[in-house]
């Protein structure tokens, strides 16, 4: 199993909220046999933040400032040590890594003055990968350590680690910020009260339909975006706001409210305001988290479920490619009648497929 930079397999979480894609590396991770991580961003950096370069001081310790002259050592030793944890839990052996980067670079990086020269030296988690017995590459020279004569172009060690097991295994990443054609999916803010109010908490149908209270009030709000908010410090929280671009509006939410870490499935619940159904968003917002899941957490299988009278989710279901799985019959009790919960989900290889 390897481990690489999430910017080199698409993920837009460089500095400047970009990304700079390596096919042949995305491919190991979308086959399970690599798995993407960004040092900045799982130390809670924002994407985008401050360019940042690795100064020397005096007695030769390395720090991290911005072009502002701003100190961000301490985050990126965080995102470092925090690299290496997962790397021994997993038993990485080897990562490939953004050259240059004053976290990922290895063998040259920015001198700190911010004009474009380089210099000898590793960026501050390459660094403690190796001393930790990590062999670290990048994107420039990755192609030395493929196996001589392996068909499949994937590393050897790679490859022998998915045949002496079964290579599977959650990637705890958290809630990332994801950006779509017309959305940005990304995690709740205070400021964000007065349109869920407006919008969604407030209206009963729409909380009905996933068995959700309804909140009147900003004080019931802030409650309920405390429990939000808090829950984010943990790697295993996956929730976001729907945020339209066009007006920058938070206009739904969409979660993987139930996450199984031992079977490797997770499953979706969404809602979105009634002034922007039947408009696609929805939709691809769950497409957006399906992606999410499956190339970025690593799960196996998608599940998603509507109540029997809730016709614009089972559509919306159906647009993003999941399978009819079956009917828990009579599972809710709501307002004098039964009604059905009807189940679906999709896999790894369908979603694929799909593309």
């Given at each position: 199993?390897?481990?690489?930079?999430?910017?080199?397999?698409?993920?837009?979480?460089?500095?400047?909220?970009?990304?700079?894609?390596?096919?042949?590396?995305?491919?190991?991770?979308?086959?399970?046999?690599?798995?993407?991580?960004?040092?900045?961003?799982?130390?809670?950096?924002?994407?985008?933040?401050?360019?940042?370069?690795?100064?020397?001081?005096?007695?030769?310790?390395?720090?991290?400032?911005?072009?502002?002259?701003?100190?961000?050592?301490?985050?990126?030793?965080?995102?470092?040590q925090k690299t290496l944890a997962l790397a021994k839990i997993i038993g990485i052996k080897t990562a490939i890594l953004k050259s240059r980067s004053p976290s990922c670079g290895c063998g040259q990086v920015y001198d700190g003055k911010?004009?474009?020269?380089?210099?000898?030296?590793?960026?501050?988690?390459?660094?403690?990968?190796?001393?930790?017995?990590?062999?670290?590459?990048?994107?420039?020279?990755?192609?030395?350590i493929f196996g001589a004569g392996l068909n499949s172009g994937v590393p050897y060690e790679a490859e022998k680690f998915m045949k002496e097991s079964s290579g599977v295994m959650l990637i705890p990443i958290g809630t990332m910020q994801?950006?779509?054609?017309?959305?940005?999916?990304?995690?709740?803010?205070?400021?964000?009260?007065?349109?869920?109010?407006?919008?969604?908490?407030?209206?009963?149908?729409?909380?009905?339909?996933?068995?959700?209270?309804?909140?009147?009030?900003?004080?019931?709000?802030?409650?309920?975006?405390?429990?939000?908010?808090?829950?984010?410090?943990?790697?295993?929280?996956?929730?976001?706001?729907?945020i339209l671009k066009e007006t920058g509006e938070c206009i739904g939410q969409i979660a993987y409210f139930l996450v199984d870490n031992n079977n490797h499935f997770a499953e979706i619940e969404y809602c979105i305001g009634r002034h922007?159904?039947?408009?696609?968003?929805?939709?691809?917002?769950?497409?957006?988290?399906?992606?999410?899941?499956?190339?970025?957490?690593?799960?196996?299988?998608?599940?998603?479920?509507?109540?029997?009278?809730?016709?614009?989710?089972?559509?919306?279901?159906?647009?993003?490619?999941?399978?009819?799985?079956?009917?828990?019959?009579?599972?809710?009790?709501?307002?004098?009648?039964?009604?059905?919960?009807?189940?679906?989900?999709?896999?790894?290889?369908?979603?694929?497929?799909?593309?």
């Open positions: 199993m390897y481990l690489v930079s999430a910017c080199l397999v698409g993920i837009n979480c460089r500095y400047d909220g970009k990304s700079i894609i390596n096919l042949e590396i995305e491919e190991l991770v979308r086959n399970g046999k690599a798995i993407a991580l960004c040092p900045e961003v799982i130390a809670g950096l924002n994407i985008p933040r401050d360019s940042c370069e690795i100064i020397e001081t005096d007695d030769d310790e390395k720090k991290v400032i911005s072009k502002e002259k701003k100190d961000f050592t301490a985050a990126f030793k965080d995102g470092a911010f004009n474009g020269t380089l210099k000898k030296g590793n960026g501050l988690t390459a660094d403690l990968l190796i001393k930790n017995g990590i062999r670290v590459y990048t994107e420039e020279n990755y192609k030395e994801i950006e779509t054609e017309r959305l940005v999916l990304r995690k709740f803010q205070y400021t964000d009260d007065e349109d869920m109010l407006k919008y969604w908490v407030s209206d009963p149908e729409i909380q009905s339909m996933y068995s959700e209270p309804v909140y009147t009030t900003k004080q019931d709000v802030k409650e309920l975006l405390d429990k939000y908010i808090s829950a984010y410090e943990k790697d295993n929280y996956y929730r976001w706001a729907i922007f159904q039947r408009k696609g968003l929805a939709t691809e917002a769950t497409k957006a988290i399906i992606h999410y899941g499956f190339y970025k957490m690593n799960l196996h299988k998608v599940q998603i479920c509507h109540k029997s009278i809730n016709i614009p989710s089972r559509k919306v279901i159906e647009k993003c490619g999941f399978v009819y799985e079956g009917t828990l019959r009579d599972f809710f009790y709501m307002d004098g009648r039964y009604v059905d919960r009807l189940y679906y989900s999709i896999l790894k290889n369908e979603f694929i497929g799909l593309k």
